[in-house]
């Protein structure tokens, strides 16, 4: 029903196409955030909705160009030593924290002091921030140095080649201790940042205002950031209704696509239909996200024989992901039938020696050597109604072979907090790249890194891999440390705790009123560049 009543307004839309093209100019950009907004403190931004607000109101150190190489920030310059272990960044003095009342003088400049607080803060756990594993096993004793005002530092135990781009994570942006004394933990309902927006409003369920912060401290072009005057984010948790809204012009971006809005957006090839052409713009680039089935490797029972190399190699064998992509996707996305690091990101493994491409009767003999046969118990796949389609399918394929696959959907967060404490044997599962190295995507399987202290939601344990994965974290030579990544990768896919589904495109519609707006691998709206044609 939502869909035809979507497809009755795009009808209606065309109708008056040319009158409602004609809005009065305006400089408020607005977005809708489905799953909500939590918390606008850098220390929690954990989720895409939290990051993208967060991007906004908030500095750190550096930044990622579009090439997702590390560039100056609040930073102007910095120097590593010969070692790798020492980072001495310069800062720039005409960055001021947004006006406030937690100021005696309503504002005041950076220093370096701020960021050794809010780097400790991070840390700190009475913080309990879900960003404290950039920096733990990583930072020496006393490592966040203040030498002066404009110089700061930061010691590591041991060299690691990804610690730059670490930085450029929103989870290292710079507060103010005033705002942190005078809100304590509301502060993730009153941030001060230095970003080029500031916090106005936040009506709970209803929708978040950001300010053009007029004193921001980047320029382009010689002329002072942000271009817009204000954003407005909603809260519309239905995705159907948040297309309307878009198709609508009350909103100026639509992100993502799901089973029940992408035949309305994309024809059969992924391109924008014909007849939304005339006021929508489609984005679509690669998006260095993985999505995958875990497998949690010690979840073991009678009849789930999980910890069998070759019951896990038969799922791999048996999904065709090409199909997959085709009629479940309408093509957005590759297949992935290469290693967990997705395409883009130096290390992917596509050796087909390696990786999965369909094949029905390899995957009916993995299956008859896991001895699966002689206690032929359905498994489980976990998900969430997004994903519903996705799962219908694999249960379809794994029918195929002989395996019975039941589906459990659950909320989002309940899918979160069960793998985190290893309830999910089966899951539907993504991984969004959070820093510029391969190293973030490997850490997953790290033995040290089990969940919950870590990301390893699998449990793998290698003992080769777990040596790889540390002689990488100390290499200095990139060569030699994507070779090393790249054979962890073929590590997975031999072991197979994981089934690789496919390597993601983001995708975004604006309204056509938008320029400057680039997309990015990470697929983080840079808002600051963000403009408002006028008519």
């Known amino acids: 029903m939502n869909r035809i009543l979507v497809l009755i307004h795009i009808g209606m839309l065309l109708i008056s196409c040319n009158s409602s093209n004609k809005q009065e100019a305006r400089t408020v950009f607005s977005y809708n955030s489905e799953n909500g907004i939590t918390s606008l403190d850098p220390a929690f931004a954990s989720s895409q909705d939290n990051i993208w607000a967060v991007n906004q109101v ?21 120097q590593i030593d010969s070692f790798g272990k020492i980072y001495t960044f310069t800062l720039k003095k005409d960055v001021y924290f947004h006006d406030n009342a937690c100021f005696p003088n309503k504002s005041r400049n950076v220093t370096a002091h701020d960021f050794a607080y809010s780097f400790k803060r991070i840390i700190d756990s009475k913080t309990a921030s879900p960003g404290a594993w950039i920096f733990n096993d990583k930072i020496a004793n006393n490592g966040f140095v203040a030498v002066n005002d404009t110089i700061f530092q930061i010691h590591l135990k041991q060299a690691f080649a ?17 705002a942190i004394k005078k809100y304590g933990k509301s502060f993730s309902q009153n941030p001060v940042g230095t970003g ?22 980047e320029y382009d072009q010689g002329k002072r950031l942000p271009y817009l005057d204000a954003v407005s984010i909603s809260f519309i948790a239905n995705k159907q209704m948040a297309l309307l809204q878009f198709l609508d012009q009350k909103l100026d971006l639509f992100n993502g696509i799901t089973s029940t809005t992408k035949d309305i957006i994309l024809n059969d090839d992924g391109n924008l239909h014909d007849k939304l052409h005339g006021y929508i713009s489609l984005e679509k680039k690669a998006f260095l996200n993985t999505e995958y089935l875990a497998i949690q490797v010690d979840s073991v029972t009678a009849t789930t024989p999980w910890d069998n190399v070759h019951f896990r190699r038969s799922i791999n064998y048996a999904i065709d992901r090409k199909a997959m992509i085709r009629y479940l996707r309408n093509g957005v996305g590759n297949p992935a039938e290469g290693g967990f690091i997705p395409l883009g990101l130096q290390g992917h493994v596509s050796n087909p020696t390696y990786g999965y491409s369909y094949n029905k009767e390899k995957a009916i003999a993995e299956l008859k050597l896991s001895d699966y046969a002689s206690n032929p118990s359905p498994i489980v796949v976990s998900t969430t109604k997004d994903y519903l389609d996705l799962c219908i399918y694999i249960q379809k394929q794994l029918s195929e072979i002989g395996i019975n696959c039941e589906i459990n959907v659950l909320p989002s967060s309940e899918v979160k907090e069960q793998k985190r404490n290893g309830n999910l044997a089966f899951f539907r599962a993504s991984w969004i790249m959070d820093y510029p190295d391969a190293e973030n995507y490997l850490s997953c399987f790290y033995s040290k890194n089990f969940a919950p202290n870590g990301p390893n939601y699998t449990h793998f344990k290698n003992i080769d891999y777990d040596a790889l994965y540390e002689q990488s974290l100390i290499e200095t030579n990139d060569s030699t440390r994507i070779d090393l990544y790249r054979k962890m990768d073929q590590i997975i896919l031999e072991d197979a705790p994981i089934v690789v589904l496919f390597y993601d495109q983001s995708i975004r519609l604006l309204n056509k009123r ?18 408002i044609k006028k008519d």
């Open 162 to 178: 990804p610690f730059l781009g670490m930085l450029a994570m929103p989870y290292c942006g710079v507060v103010p201790k005033e």
């Open 58 to 78: 908030f500095n750190g150190l550096v930044q990622l160009d579009n090439q997702l190489q590390p560039i100056p920030s609040i930073a102007k310059s910095w």
């Open 196 to 217: 080029p927006f500031t916090f106005f409003l936040w009506e709970k369920d209803v929708n978040l205002v950001l300010h053009k912060n007029p004193n921001y401290f």
């Open 514 to 531: 938008v320029q400057g707006l680039v997309n990015n691998p990470l697929n983080i709206p840079m808002l600051k560049y963000a403009r």
